[in-house]
């Protein structure tokens, strides 16, 4: 990139304070690899991917607002709606595509998830767990969970298809996705006991257990 | 002029070629004039150079004023100018009338200095290539070996995306905005029934009519309405005009009876005082001609490897003759040539027209992209 600002290098670095599963998906991504982010708003962890590991990265966003920030952020950004499909995109053309804290606001989560392992090789999905013991806490106290990571009223969230960790390992298992990797994290802290309680974030890596057509 | 965001009053310049074009055609120019407008300053490493290439209709004549009482601007006054989407300040931008053209430009109606008369019919066809060949002479003339970036709509984007392909090395960044990698059999069909309309005029004397001392005015009367048409979207001309009635009443006749008609026989009736149909015929040739997959059995992704720009990429939603499913086929081939690229597609009511539209979201984007450029 070209036409990529100094301070947008710093800028990047520190978002990555406050964003821990920028780190945590950055572990598993090979540097110099090509990696396309689905619902990537601002661009900002493409910038820090780009930073920190050299990685060749498009963002897709269908956010006028996001779009913009992005292209000031000097991120290569295709604006368009996830849930048409990925149909520009060729089989394969990708090392990972990532799907960060997006999946729980899509319609077509089946969908979404197949084309990712069709564009990619390898697919990285992060999400809020809903079975975290504070929002389980909210349902018993009769109330719709609102965290840090679901910082939502229920009458405006965009989240349509929540899950917890267990949720979304059967998904997987039903779709044939083998997940490879699992990190769970409370405040940037991994998370290894009892996770689908005390874990508010999911991150998951995984591949297709399908035969590959080309 | 006190509108500290025009860049005022501004003179066009006229550059001479004497080096012969070889065209696409095969066809030679043996000399030729260009004339061009720049804004804003050269810096002295010439490294803030920005190419406007003009669409259709367009001119030289991109930004401010001739006089004072100049009624209108340049064409892509709201985008250029001091402290505008592609601002003055920083970067040093030309407008120039392409081949063909008929604002000054060498083209049907110059004098062929081969045989003292009137190029007329005889003026050969032009393309995008050639007029990219052509304003690579003009650069070169004034001592700039690679742009900041190419811009353009349209068929202007068209060029912008030659650009690249053919001086990969001498631009850094391309704008291709509302273009398309080529046009579809119903976009040429529009370019064939407003030529039909020229060609059939009794006083188009096969293109000799300067000779008779008459211009095809019907003829490229009704080529222009046509063009209105697609430029603009059903849902901009329902707002527009709707059904509304010129006087109020249906009169059951064939003058004017909607406000729509008044419009694009005003349209019309001005294009064609102004313009000249030689030039139309070519221009519209030029955009039937241009398809850079051609050459590789049409697979743009092959076309496109050559690039080494980095590209900006805009499309309007209401843009049916230019639309986005167009623009992302260009952004499909630069992501597989892993070429810089970012795409938006604007929500806009306009049409095809909503490229010279002020829009606030476009003209952010612009900006934001030209501010990251070096």
């Known amino acids: 990139m070209t036409h990529v600002p100094v301070q947008a290098h710093a800028r990047f670095a520190e978002t990555a304070v406050e964003r821990s599963d920028f780190a945590a998906i950055a572990r598993w991504i090979t540097p110099g690899s090509r990696v396309l982010d689905l619902g990537c708003g601002d661009g900002s962890l493409l910038g820090y991917l780009r930073d920190t590991l050299n990685v060749r990265g498009y963002g ?155 | 002029m006190s509108d500290i965001s025009s860049v005022g009053i501004v003179v066009p310049q006229t550059a001479h070629f004497n080096e012969p074009l070889a065209l696409k055609s095969g066809a030679v120019l043996p000399a030729y004039d260009l004339v061009y407008e720049t804004y804003g300053t050269l810096n002295a490493d010439k490294s803030n150079a920005v190419l406007i290439c003009h669409a259709l209709s367009g001119t030289h004549h991109v930004a401010g004023k001739y006089s004072e009482n100049d009624k209108y601007p340049g064409w892509w006054d709201n985008m250029i100018g001091p402290g505008k989407p592609l601002d003055t300040n920083r ?42 060949q052509a304003q690579s002479r003009l650069a070169d003339q004034l001592g700039i070996k690679t742009f ?51 060609i059939t005029d009794p006083e188009f004397h096969g293109g000799d009519y300067y000779e008779h001392g008459v211009v095809p005015r019907r003829g490229l009367r009704i080529a222009r309405m046509l063009g209105h048409i697609t430029y603009l979207s059903d849902d901009a001309m329902g707002d527009k005009f709707g059904r509304k009635l010129r006087s109020g009443e249906i009169k059951y006749s064939f003058d004017v009876e909607f406000e729509m008609e008044s419009y694009l026989r005003y349209q019309g009736d001005k294009f064609a005082e102004s313009f000249d149909a030689n030039t139309y015929l070519r221009m519209t040739r030029a955009l039937d001609y ?39 086929e260009i952004v499909k081939a630069l992501l597989d040539n892993e070429r810089s690229v970012a795409y938006a597609e604007i929500t806009a009511a306009h049409g095809h027209d909503a490229f010279l539209m002020p829009d606030q979201h476009y003209h952010d984007i612009v900006r934001a992209y030209l501010e990251n450029i070096a």
């Open chain 1, 60 to 214: 897709i966003e269908k956010d006028d607002a996001n779009v913009l920030a992005c292209v000031k952020n000097g991120i290569d950004v295709i604006q368009m709606n996830l849930e048409d499909g990925l149909a520009g995109f060729d089989s394969l053309s990708f090392d990972y595509v990532i799907l960060s804290q997006t999946l729980q606001a899509m319609h077509h989560t089946e969908q979404v998830v197949r084309e990712m392992l069709r564009v990619g090789k390898q697919g990285i999905v992060t999400f809020p767990n809903f079975g975290y013991w504070r929002h389980r806490w909210s349902l018993l106290t009769g109330r719709m969970p609102m965290s840090k990571s679901l910082p939502y009223q229920w009458y405006n969230t965009p989240n349509i298809h929540l899950c917890t960790l267990n949720d979304f390992e059967e998904f997987c298992a039903g779709l044939e996705v083998r997940i490879t990797q699992r990190l769970v994290m409370t405040n940037g802290d991994e998370v290894a006991v009892l996770p689908n309680l005390l874990g508010s974030l999911a991150i998951y890596r995984f591949e297709k257990s399908w035969p590959i057509s080309t």
């Open chain 2, 290 to 328: 241009f398809d850079p997959a051609a050459d590789c059995n049409g697979d743009l992704s092959t076309a496109l490897a050559k690039a080494k720009a980095d590209f900006l990429v805009i499309s309007f939603t209401s843009d049916w003759r230019f639309s986005p499913a167009r623009s992302r």
């Open chain 2, 91 to 132: 970067f040093f931008v030309i407008g120039v009338n392409n081949l063909g053209g008929c604002h000054g430009s060498t083209g049907p109606s110059s004098i062929n200095p081969g045989t003292g008369k009137l190029w007329g019919s005889t003026f050969p066809i032009v393309t995008v290539e050639d007029w990219v």
């Open chain 2, 148 to 198: 900041a970036a190419i811009v353009g709509g349209s068929l202007g984007g068209m060029q912008a995306l030659q650009w690249t392909l053919t001086f990969p090395d001498r631009v850094r960044n391309a704008l291709v905005i509302a273009a398309a990698p080529n046009l579809t059999a119903q976009n040429m069909a529009f370019n064939e029934v407003a030529r039909q309309a020229i």
